[in-house]
């Protein structure tokens, strides 16, 4: 794809001022879709789009809409997920920073479309920046009429507010999200009911990735059947992935739905580094399983890396040569899970340490390891899914699966040795009881 | 009303029932530690995940609603290897402490355990997360954070029942910990019912802790006497000992809950001024006498004064801490008698009460008086002045401390004027030091009986412990008076009484033992 969309501040100098923007064509598709659509006709058109959504679970967009009840009393309310807080990911963070009226575009008409008066944007809390430049673009749209009351004379108001997040993974999750900005502790709420009938405040509410609603604007301009003709029709649209590893050049790329994992790899991104072998891709953020080199040539869309074994998550495509370890990246990630579990459920809130335990002995060679380890890892993961609250416990057994399965051999060498043979790691600190 | 099949039986339940709820109506438990009747649903435990036929994943009993057609199996091998794995994972960090936790013997860990996994430890000791142990909290709660499994019961009584919000999880992960919030202390009305909920040794009672095992012990329903709302309780209790009130379930009244004062008032049943023995005045004091020979002397005199002085010559003072049955005998005596009753009603001016269970009023029947009609307070002033003005020739004190009540003085004047004064009561105070007669008679723990809280329900007790010495129950010795002075069959128990007083007094037409169960039934005129 040559034209970028969400990517347009990387062609359009200073895109996040608000005359720079405009000067563009910004809000058009908001004042098009405020004067001429009503707000069921909106809905219909991101159904139509085929939009799913960017925030890892890939749920059609429209159809989370429809979910909202016909009629009601109670306000209904917008979360605008910014937490993006999955490792390996980078991408909301440049809209944020670099365009954050294209997230605004997107928030008015996803308002209008689901007949919300109030937005919030949550935002990890270590994007201070970015709250900052929210904020300002925030400021600037309300002294141009285009947020507050009666928006561009349309009749329709809305406010949006930044909150920003205290550093907790678990706040990114859409119901963990909702209490935080409740004012209590981040913890994901029991399901049902969802959030569409009962989130914020008890009323109504829907959370949308900042990738997903950036989305909604050019669909307004360019039609469903544009949106739905990139990629796979059943996951289509233009996509942010982001690289990180050892790649030539890591970063986001804004490439239709369905590129494969190889082209993004070797083409995109320049290829392994210093001219080492593929040895480990991790497609969708730490919590995804992770592919082998031999395992990249797929389509990097939700249901075909889903076919693949994996899952396409929040595209944090990590890529890892031969000099890793691949007991450490597991030991790396099991270790950032226990520390994020929230700690409500049983299998959830044991499980994370007691993985994580495991794979520090076997990277770390205290001598207590055995082979029988790996089997115990797989046995821990295995109980800890599908069996909790929120998903994060598949987040943390599934990589630790993947690993451990694929690179089985790996595994057990560490064992036998009582000791990594890869290069010598420094052991992270073990958590205070009392930290 | 769906229809739903659990474990190959089929049922049909009302709507909005969760499963765990439609299993439990078959009698079918699934195990499960956070969820609790009174409280939200956490869902957090994961111990009651069951197997419903075309879900993919196990779902949770505890928060999945009944629908049309569900098939549920609670014990099939996917149930299971679940219901192993969650207990696994909560014995890795859990100490090892069963034979020095005073809640072993009612741990739902230690029973789920046995019945469920038996599995050796693949966790290596040393690899456990250390927390702290034995934090007194509160006057009545002690907590051990390494036993805690996080099932937030105890938080979310303090936020939802209680709203005093003094315990909170801080930390995250298995790191986490029930803490108390920053500056409080866990010393509401209400602390107690933490401990009944905890499912685990992480909260007991500082009260209770290390006093007896609890499989040592037995347990009666019964009712708590010390306010007007009637909690309804088990004693535990062994060798003729009370070791602690627990709440009992009843919807209508205090739902799972009692307020710490209803629970520690079983030590009020076991003081150590407590009457053993029927005394009689000799020259100077007191003579221990037999019963015969006590109620014989009672009899006699209150006889002899009443033909002698005629109508009205006798007083009659009943406290709202008899039972109906006592009420309904006294009412008898007095009529043989020709006896003014009054009833007394006292509570400590001020007294603690709330909105919640808690009432000003400190007795337990003073509902229970007005529905035999009389009114409490009505009259007893009149009778302390006739008695004071040497206008009372005898005078019956039942389960009540007059001078503790009135102005002592006053009534101290009164007692001593009074050429015949009988004391029934539990205790040893200060009027029964004017007493010529002194008959010991049983606590509401001691012996079966009724009585009639505020909103007008009756609700049973039964006999948990043996009355010490030779106490016996009131109704045993008010019927013995009543058949003497009037004549009449013996009771054969306070049942036979309750059915006399249903027989006569409309508002408790129709009620019986068996009809009040073990939830009791409003009265007649309180249920219109
Ligand atoms: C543990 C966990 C963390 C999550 N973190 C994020 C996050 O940081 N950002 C995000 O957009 N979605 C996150 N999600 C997904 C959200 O729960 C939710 O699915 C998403 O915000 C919905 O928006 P979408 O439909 O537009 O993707 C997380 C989910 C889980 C289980
Ligand atoms: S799965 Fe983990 S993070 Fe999610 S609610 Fe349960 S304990 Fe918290
Ligand atoms: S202290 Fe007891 S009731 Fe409270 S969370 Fe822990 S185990 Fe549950
Ligand atoms: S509220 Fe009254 S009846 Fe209930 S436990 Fe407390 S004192 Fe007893
Ligand atoms: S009882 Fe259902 S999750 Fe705890």
Redesign the interface.
């Known amino acids: 794809m040559a034209e970028r969309l969400l990517l347009r501040c990387r062609d359009i100098p200073d895109l996040r001022r608000l005359d720079v923007y405009t000067a563009h064509g910004g809000y058009q598709a908001t004042r098009q879709a405020l004067t001429t659509c009503s707000p069921e006709q909106l809905v219909d058109m991101v159904k139509a789009s085929n939009l799913r959504g960017r925030g890892g679970a890939g749920f059609p967009t429209g159809l989370k809409w429809s979910f909202l009840p016909k009629q009601t009393a109670k306000p209904i309310y917008l979360a605008v997920n910014a937490d993006e807080s999955e490792p390996g990911t980078f991408k909301d963070r440049v809209i944020i920073e670099q365009d954050p009226h294209q997230l605004l575009e997107g928030i008015i008409i996803s308002a209008y479309a689901i007949r919300c008066h109030t937005a919030y944007i949550y935002i990890r809390g270590e994007f201070a920046l970015g709250a900052e430049r929210l904020e300002a673009a925030i400021a600037e749209a309300r002294s141009a009429g285009l947020l507050g009351r009666d928006i561009l004379g349309t009749g329709f108001d809305l406010d949006v507010w930044v909150h920003r997040g205290a550093g ?1 993974y ?1 706040c990114g999750e859409e119901t963990g999200l909702i209490e935080s900005l409740e004012g209590k ?1 981040g913890y994901p709420r ?1 399901k ?1 009911p969802f959030p569409a009938v009962h989130g914020l405040f008890g009323c109504p509410t829907i959370v949308n990735n900042v990738e997903t609603l950036a989305c909604v604007p050019h669909i307004v301009l360019r039609g469903a059947d544009w949106f739905r003709s990139i990629g796979p029709e059943k996951s289509p649209g233009p996509k942010l992935f982001c690289v990180s590893g050892h790649v030539e050049r890591p970063g986001t790329y804004e490439l239709p739905m369905g590129t494969p994992l190889r082209e993004i790899i070797y083409t995109h991104a320049g290829g392994i580094r210093g001219g080492r072998k593929l040895k480990a891709v991790i497609p969708g953020g730490a919590s995804m399983p992770v592919f082998t080199a031999d395992e990249i040539d797929v389509s990097m869309d939700m249901d075909s890396v889903q076919k693949a074994g994996s899952f396409l998550g929040s595209a944090g495509i990590m890529v890892m040569d031969e000099t890793v370890c691949m007991v450490w990246a597991a030991f790396v990630i099991g270790r950032f899970f ?17 993985l994580e ?1 495991v794979l520090r002995r076997l990277e770390f060679g205290d001598g ?1 390891a055995t082979a029988a380890d790996v089997d ?1 890892l797989l046995n821990i993961a295995g ?1 800890m899914m ?4 929120c998903a994060l416990s598949d987040a943390a057994a599934m990589p630790a699966r993947a690993f451990a399965t694929k690179f089985r051999a790996e595994f057990e060498q560490h064992a036998t040795l009582g000791r990594c043979p890869f290069r010598p790691v420094v052991e992270p600190p073990r ?1 205070h ?3 | 009303m769906p229809t739903l099949e659990i474990d190959g039986q089929r049922t049909e339940v009302p709507d909005g029932l969760t499963v765990i709820q439609a299993a439990e109506r078959l009698g079918i438990e699934i195990p499960h530690y956070c969820w609790h009747p009174g409280l939200s649903i956490a869902g957090n435990c994961r111990m009651c995940l069951v197997e419903i036929e075309k879900n993919p994943k196990l779902q949770i009993a505890c928060n999945t609603r009944v629908a049309d057609g569900m098939v549920v199996h609670t014990t099939n091998e996917k149930t299971k290897t679940a219901q192993r794995a969650v207990l696994e994972f909560l014995l890795i960090n859990h100490p090892i402490d069963c034979p020095v936790c005073d809640q072993a013997g009612e741990c739902k860990l230690q029973e789920y355990y046995m019945d469920y996994d038996r599995q050796r430890s693949r966790f290596p000791l040393p690899a456990k997360v250390r927390k702290k142990k034995a934090i007194p909290i509160g006057p009545l709660v002690m907590l051990d954070q390494e036993r805690c499994i996080l099932c937030a019961r105890c938080t979310r009584f303090l936020d939802e029942v209680t709203h005093t919000s003094e315990l909170a999880i801080y930390e995250r992960g298995d790191h986490c910990e029930i803490e108390l919030a920053p500056g409080k202390v866990l010393d509401n009305p209400y602390s107690g019912n933490v401990v009944d909920i905890c499912p685990v040794g992480a909260l007991t009672s500082r009260d209770f802790r290390f006093r007896a095992r609890v499989w040592y012990l037995e347990r009666a329903d019964s009712v708590c006497g010390a306010c007007a709302n009637g909690c309804n309780i088990e004693i535990y209790h062994r060798e003729g000992r009370i070791f602690r009130f627990q709440p009992r379930q009843n919807a209508a009244v205090n739902q799972y809950w009692m307020c710490d004062a209803g629970r520690l008032s079983y030590r009020d049943l076991q003081g150590e001024g407590r009457l053993t023995h029927p005394l009689v005045r000799g020259e100077d004091e007191f003579l221990p006498s037999t019963w015969s020979s006590a109620i014989g002397q009672v009899t006699g005199r209150l006889g002899d004064l009443a033909r002698e002085h005629g109508p009205g010559s006798v007083g009659i003072v009943v406290s709202a801490r008899a039972p109906n049955e006592e009420i309904f005998l006294l009412r008898r005596l007095g009529a043989a008698l020709s006896a003014r009753i009054a009833a007394l009603s006292w509570s400590p001016p001020g007294a603690f009460h709330d909105d919640f269970l808690v009432k000003a009023d400190k007795n337990p029947n003073t509902e229970g008086l007005r529905l035999q009609g009389l009114v409490p307070d009505g009259e007893v002033d009149q009778l302390l002045e006739a008695a004071g003005a040497g206008r009372l020739a005898a005078l019956v004190l039942h389960r009540t401390d007059l001078t503790a009540w009135r102005d002592a003085a006053v009534v101290r004047a009164a007692l001593e004027r009074v050429p015949c004064l009988v004391v029934l009561d539990t205790d040893r105070r200060e009027a029964s030091e004017y007493a010529d007669v002194v008959l010991p008679i049983a606590t509401y723990a001691e012996c079966d009986g009724t009585f009639t809280n505020h909103a007008g329900r009756v609700q049973r007790f039964s006999a948990a412990v043996s009355p010490p010495g030779e106490v016996r129950a009131g109704w045993l010795v008010l019927a013995e008076l009543a058949a003497r002075l009037a004549g009449g069959e013996p009771f054969a128990g306070a049942e036979a009484v309750f059915a006399a007083l249903a027989e006569e007094c409309a508002a408790f037409r129709g009620l019986s033992y068996s009809a009040l169960g073990s939830d009791g039934r409003p009265a007649a005129s309180a249920a219109t």
Request: aromatic share 2%; net charge positive.
């Open positions: 907790a678990i502790r029991v049902p226990h520390h994020e579990s929230c700690g409500q459920c049983t299998p959830c809130r044991e499980g994370t340490g007691w335990k207590s115990l109980n599908g069996t909790t609250i958590r009881a009392h930290a």
